[in-house]
């Protein structure tokens, strides 16, 4: 299975997948790493590459039997539609979840004292995060609102809408 996360800086994504990852001993893939990684060795540059290293990584776990977690912000269309020709390649079912803070004020403390856990990487700030190019979703889609929510508490609705997308799905 492939869990495809999107959603803004600062909602709560990161903590979220990392979480199912644990919980479900799947493949976690986040993007930030990727990137960071590249900027290291000097081989970054802006675009879509940070995301085509983690499409082919998926791609290679799925064939291998595991469940693949892609923590990504995942903000258009294109990204979006590439995650779903992963799993549409390999014939192995998917589910979008886009993780959302619904409290703009929680959402902005949260960016403003976020802890980087990925060393030499720069957050982006509340002006980036919140002038940053995000698409309406245009298809259904599981939506997690973490505003005011533990993390336990936030998965926790998230297993019980896999679980309910994958009944009716």
Same mark, same amino acid.
């Given at each position: ?7 803004? $800086?600062?909602?709560?994504?990161? %903590? ?55 923590? %990504?912000?995942? $903000? ?16 192995? $079912? ?51 609102? %973490? ?23």
């Amino acid at each position: 299975m492939l869990y495809i996360f999107s959603g803004l $800086p600062g909602t709560g994504k990161s %903590t979220l997948s990392a979480a199912l990852a644990q919980e479900l001993r799947a493949t976690y893939l986040r993007v930030d790493v990727v990137e960071q990684a590249m900027r290291t060795a000097d081989v970054w540059m802006d675009g879509p590459a940070g995301y085509m290293v983690c499409y082919e990584i998926a791609s290679q776990n799925l064939r291998l039997g595991l469940d693949v977690i892609a923590d %990504t912000v995942n $903000p258009i269309h294109e990204t979006r539609q590439a995650w779903r020709d992963v799993a549409g390649s390999l014939a192995v $079912p998917f589910v979008e979840i886009e993780v959302v803070c619904s409290d703009e004020h929680e959402h902005r403390h949260r960016v403003a004292t976020r802890v980087v856990d990925i060393p030499g990487f720069a957050p982006p700030t509340w002006e980036e995060v919140i002038t940053r190019t995000y698409q309406a979703w245009d298809r259904d889609h599981i939506v997690i609102d %973490t505003a005011h929510q533990t993390v336990a508490e936030s998965l926790l609705t998230l297993r019980e809408q896999i679980d309910r997308t994958r009944k009716t799905g």
